[in-house]
């Protein structure tokens, strides 16, 4: 299943809205191939990782998934969104280290060439169930 | 109640069909790239520079996305390479299977580049990959250069920034510097690439910049 909804005004916000809402529909495609592996269980929560250079509106997120599940039998299922902050490793001393506001160069050595080793993850990491 | 290990990519759908068409450009020897900026920065402008550069007998086409309208495609089927618009009816950015789909009237050993000109966009693009060998972002010098700070995840993903417009620097309260150093604050090594559509200025650079990129990517 794909949805894409594309009707307003307001260019911008509805951009951002969109993207959050393909994003959240393919969740769902994740959720009910799942579900039907375990025939009977019921799907509490969905477990996410979202890092922080995903381009990934948590609001709008939720947002759109509720637009999408709204009255169908995913009504009420909750997302829980685990944020992952941007961690770097410096390519000269190997340091591993936290890069929050865009503080990418080494802390240790000093030098500006670290590549990113965690924080544009988009992952469903886990479905909580209640199995019959 | 139980937990479940999922552990799958939101987008393993568009990955999947990404991969397939990564190995199809791979077997047919196609070097493919996929521009992203916000609308107005230049997309098209810079893909008519660089059509009318190439030579007649270069096998090079285009697909150029749009949430409506053909004009897009209409200026760049000018040059005689083959162009498709694809348009998306409103959605905000290009995924793997409209790609996919517009290629299946084209006969790919017939190409050896692929140009993707993606929606105007610098949020939904970013997580739908094409099959690309790169991503490429433009800024132009009209917008903000803290631009890539806060859309930081397309200045993350992406190989190259072509700076665009730089022609109008000296009537715009723009800092050419600090956009530089804002790039590279997000991708600590950023190439950066500054260009002028209308006088032409670096285009000389950009091409050659390509085709170092695709010798690169099939070691040619």
Request: net charge negative; proline share 4%; aromatic share 8%.
């Amino acid at each position: 299943m794909t949805i894409t909804i594309c009707h307003g005004t307001d260019f911008y916000n509805e951009f951002k809205y969109m993207h959050e809402l393909s994003i959240a529909s393919s969740i769902l495609d994740v959720v009910a191939k799942e579900a039907k592996t375990r025939p009977g269980a019921h799907i509490l929560k969905v477990g996410l990782r979202i890092g922080e250079l995903a381009g990934v509106d948590r609001d709008a997120l939720s947002f759109g998934w509720e637009v999408l599940t709204k009255d169908t039998e995913w009504d009420g299922l909750r997302l829980e969104i685990e944020d992952v902050p941007r961690r770097q490793r410096c390519s000269v001393c190997a340091h591993e280290f936290a890069a929050p506001d865009f503080m990418t160069q080494c802390p240790k050595c000093s030098d500006p060439l670290s590549v990113t080793i965690a924080g544009d993850e988009l992952d469903i990491a886990y479905l909580e169930v209640e199995e019959p | 109640m139980s937990q479940i290990a999922v552990e799958k990519k939101v987008l393993n759908e568009n990955q999947i069909v990404a991969e397939k068409l990564r190995e199809l450009f791979r077997q047919n020897g196609i070097f493919c790239f996929n521009l992203i900026s916000s609308p107005g920065s230049g997309k098209t402008a810079l893909l008519e520079r660089t059509l009318e550069r190439l030579p007649q007998d270069s096998r090079v086409a285009v697909l150029t996305g749009d949430l409506q309208t053909e004009n897009d495609a209409i200026r760049l089927s000018r040059f005689g390479f083959p162009v498709k618009q694809i348009i998306t009816g409103g959605t905000c950015h290009l995924d793997a299977r409209m790609v996919e789909k517009h290629l299946a009237q084209w006969k790919l050993e017939d190409l050896n580049t692929l140009i993707i000109e993606n929606v105007g966009n610098l949020v939904c693009p970013t997580g739908y990959d094409l099959g690309e060998a790169f991503k490429i972002v433009m800024l132009s010098v009209t917008e903000g250069e803290d631009k890539p700070l806060k859309y930081p995840s397309i200045f993350f993903k992406s190989e190259l920034m072509i700076l665009n417009k730089i022609d109008l620097l000296p009537y715009v309260p723009f800092d050419a510097a600090k956009a530089k150093e804002n790039a590279r604050k997000v991708h600590p090594g950023m190439e950066i690439l500054e260009v002028s559509c209308t006088t032409e200025q670096g285009l000389d650079e950009w091409m050659r910049w390509l085709e170092q990129k695709r010798s690169s990517v099939f070691g040619r």
